[in-house]
């Protein structure tokens, strides 16, 4: 059982440039999410998805899209790279949405980090 | 907007200390209450939660939180550290019956000395 499983570990990008981080998971999760983590404040959430199709905004969205095709992957697309996107991102996904599906524990991938010059 | 504080960024403990990680968040509703953790060079993972019920919950390894409502607050405890312990704690909160927003602390670097 991988779990959720991030690629690439690490990417070093230039301003401007384009990108996407991919995240899947095979635990028939409906819920999805991406984070990004930085030194001294925490995790930021970014976007996330409460089944295939369905996608909101979080705390950080901007320069940031998603989509979500399929229940298992949840892509991170950085449409034009900036500085300001240095980071660690981390995926997580939860089973689901119904009743008080803000108490389900959040399964977390391994990460990626990222850097933009 | 909800919030989470985390008031110690960093904390260092020599082994058998007594821990408490302070945070506390802004929601006057009803809220889910998490700690997850993340060991040097391994996922972040559910340390405990509180969803409803007695508000003292125990976790893994020993952990304890307690949910004062009154003071909005989820403060992590374990009455006697070890160097495993050394890692990255953080406190994360949701607001409502079906939200979907978990926020995160800042998180606190816990070091302990053997």
């Known amino acids: 059982n991988a779990g959720v499983t991030q690629t690439p570990k690490f990417q070093v990008l230039k301003t401007g ?3 996407t981080l ?3 998971q095979d635990m028939n999760h409906e819920y ?4 990004r983590q930085d030194p001294g404040m925490g995790l930021r959430l970014i976007h996330y998805s409460v089944g295939a199709g369905i ?7 901007n320069g940031y899209n998603v989509s979500r095709s399929t229940t298992e992957d949840f892509p991170l697309r950085l449409l034009s790279a900036a500085p300001s996107q240095t980071s660690v991102y981390f995926c997580a996904s939860s089973y689901g949405t119904g009743g008080n599906s803000g108490a389900n524990v959040l399964t977390f991938g ?3 980090r990222l850097t933009v010059l | 907007a909800q919030s989470v504080s985390q008031h110690n960024h960093h904390v260092i403990l020599s082994e058998a200390a007594s821990l408490e990680l302070g945070c506390n968040y802004s929601y006057g509703g009803t809220v889910n209450l998490f700690w ?3 060991y040097p060079g391994q996922h972040l993972q559910l340390l ?11 976790g893994i390894k020993g952990f304890e939180a307690e949910f004062i409502k009154s003071k909005f607050s989820f403060n992590l405890r374990k009455p006697s550290v070890q160097w495993s312990d050394t890692a990255e704690y953080f406190c994360a909160v949701n ?8 926020i995160f602390g800042s998180g606190t670097r816990l070091l302990v000395r053997p």
């Open chain 1, 17 to 19: 440039q384009s990108m």
């Open chain 1, 22 to 24: 991919q995240c899947a």
């Open chain 1, 32 to 35: 999805m999410s991406w984070y």
């Open chain 1, 55 to 61: 996608t909101d905004q979080g705390e950080v969205p």
């Open chain 1, 110 to 112: 391994a990460g990626s």
């Open chain 2, 36 to 38: 997850y953790v993340q």
């Open chain 2, 48 to 58: 405990l939660k509180y969803f409803s019920g007695d508000p003292l919950v125990k």
């Open chain 2, 95 to 102: 607001a409502g019956y079906s939200s979907y927003k978990l």
